[in-house]
């Protein structure tokens, strides 16, 4: 358009009633609702439950349920009475996504006349014109009765909402009652657009052998509507969804709101998942994010690890150099089990920080963990550590052949592959550092020589634990054969 266009859209809302009572619609808002719970999965997906307290007629009519998910799944909800289940039956349901706007009113135009006001800007006076919408392409295109233009000189009126535009989302239903009166009814619905995750910080001791865990749960909602003092769960878990090919709507951008709570979340088994439940009653406003705390525990003891951790590609052919100053990753483990601990942790990110000398906090590292049940060990990659570096090299690489098991009479010869290693670790802190060196060994293995000893931690990983002196360096040489 070449010049602003003003829509009269300030008595929609008058509109909006108008229309319904014009289609016999008994319409439902929030003023209606008794009670709200919404159950939400950490996969873009709730289970929500809407009761509303409403005055239905015998026989067929048309309920307008207004305030709905604007990502609700149509095909999943369920309207039932609270009062005499099967005392209503759905004869057909619609869900309005098309939402008003003042561009969607003037598409649903098109093909129909609209009145052009102007206002004189020297007199005041006003002038009414009737004009025929024919596109909304990248703009308006209208036929008065004596021309055709392509901007909008005033403000259009509209003489009515069309039936299909809804200002709210809104599901529509035909349905029966079996008999006049009050009654509560609920709506049960899966929606997208609401989603929690679980994030979690961390406090290392200066000893590094404790932290204080902190886990906080975070909602965001950006479902098109609010859910207020809605009782809410969620759930943790890998849930198989069938995708459905009709989904609307887009997540949009949230806002943030810092509402924490230190009250406890309870859980439950729930299948193969786990159902958390919020400490009290809730209201999720539309394009909020809300944290609220999952646990607390002090003194956590974990174990600090330093680890040079190999490859396997190298045990079956001749390499050159494997590296100077590779990387010792450093790692930090405890138990999910007793004191404040042992809830089955949900999947989220860790961040650690501890304090320095001055008892300012400083970030060390973060990882993700994945859901992690009552008893299980939650693992975490802080990053690499700096003044503890690795230089590794094969020393020695060559095929032998070995005579096998005797089969058929004869002995079948099979082939190995033989090859020597040098890992140098060097520590330039003043402690002592220990160092795991973790290699994963392909095929049928044979440690041949080792200046260390070594433990087969799994069929295919042997480690090493090594003590590297302050300001020093320390030598690891070993020799494998592997069988593919």
């Known amino acids: 358009m070449s010049r602003p266009l003003t829509l009269a859209l300030a008595l929609i809302g008058a509109l909006t009633a108008t229309a319904s009572a014009e289609s016999g619609e008994h319409v439902s808002t929030l003023s209606d609702q008794r009670g709200v719970g919404v159950t939400i999965y950490n996969t873009d997906l709730a289970l929500v ?27 999943t909800a369920l309207l039932q009475s609270v009062d005499a289940p099967g005392r209503i039956s759905v004869l057909e349901q619609n869900f309005d996504y098309d939402l008003l706007s003042p561009q969607k009113l003037l598409e649903k135009y098109v093909g129909r006349d609209v009145v052009v006001i102007r206002t004189d800007p020297h007199t005041g006076a006003r002038t009414r014109e009737r004009a025929r919408v024919l596109a ?10 004596d021309r055709i233009e392509t901007s909008v000189d005033g403000t259009l009126a509209f003489p009515d909402l069309p039936p299909d535009l809804r200002d709210r989302p809104t599901l529509v239903t035909d349905l029966a009652d079996a008999k006049a009166g009050e009654q509560d009814v609920e709506l049960t619905y899966l929606s997208g657009g609401l989603n929690w995750k679980a994030d979690y910080t ?31 769960q969620l759930v943790a878990g890998d849930v198989n969804v069938v995708n459905n090919a009709f989904r609307t709507g887009n997540l949009q951008g949230l806002a943030t709101i810092g ?22 009653h809730t209201t999720i406003l539309d394009k909020q994010t809300k944290q609220v705390e999952l646990m607390s525990a002090s003194s956590v003891p974990v174990t600090k690890t330093l680890e040079l951790r190999g490859a396997a590609d190298y045990y ?7 590296g100077q100053r590779l990387k010792v990753g450093t790692y930090l483990a405890f138990v999910n089990e007793g004191g404040e601990l042992g809830i089955p942790l949900p999947k989220g990110a860790v961040r650690v920080y501890k304090r320095d000398n001055a008892g300012t906090a400083q970030f060390v590292g973060s990882d993700t963990i994945d859901h ?31 005579v096998g098991v005797e089969v058929h009479g004869g002995q079948v010869r099979t082939r190995a592959y033989q090859s020597s290693y040098e890992i140098v670790l060097r520590n330039a802190k003043p402690a002592a550092q220990e160092v795991l060196v973790v290699e994963p060994i392909p095929g049928d293995w044979t440690i041949l ?12 990983t042997a480690t090493w634990t090594l003590t590297v002196p302050p300001a020093g360096a320390t030598t690891l040489t070993y020799t494998a054969q592997v069988r593919f």
Request: no cysteine.
């Open 49 to 75: 439950r809407d009761r509303r307290h409403l005055t239905l007629p015998a026989g067929e009519s048309r309920l307008a349920l207004r305030d709905v998910s604007a990502r609700i799944i149509p095909e």
């Open 136 to 145: 909304t392409n990248d703009g308006v295109v209208l036929r008065y009765a």
């Open 202 to 232: 961390a406090e290392l001791a200066p000893n590094d052998d404790r932290i204080d865990l902190r886990g906080l749960i975070t909602l965001q909602n950006a479902s098109g509507t609010a859910y207020r003092d809605a009782g809410v």
């Open 259 to 280: 509402a924490v709570r230190s009250a406890p979340v309870t859980q439950q088994a729930l299948l193969e998942y786990h159902l958390y439940t919020l400490p009290r």
């Open 316 to 322: 079956g052919s001749q390499q050159s150099d494997l």
């Open 372 to 402: 992690t049940p009552k008893g299980e060990t939650v693992r975490l990659h802080l990053g690499d550590s700096f003044d503890v570096t690795a230089t590794k090299k094969q020393t020695e690489f060559h095929i032998v052949d070995l």
């Open 449 to 460: 020589r080792s200046s260390a000893p070594y433990k087969k931690t799994s069929a295919s």
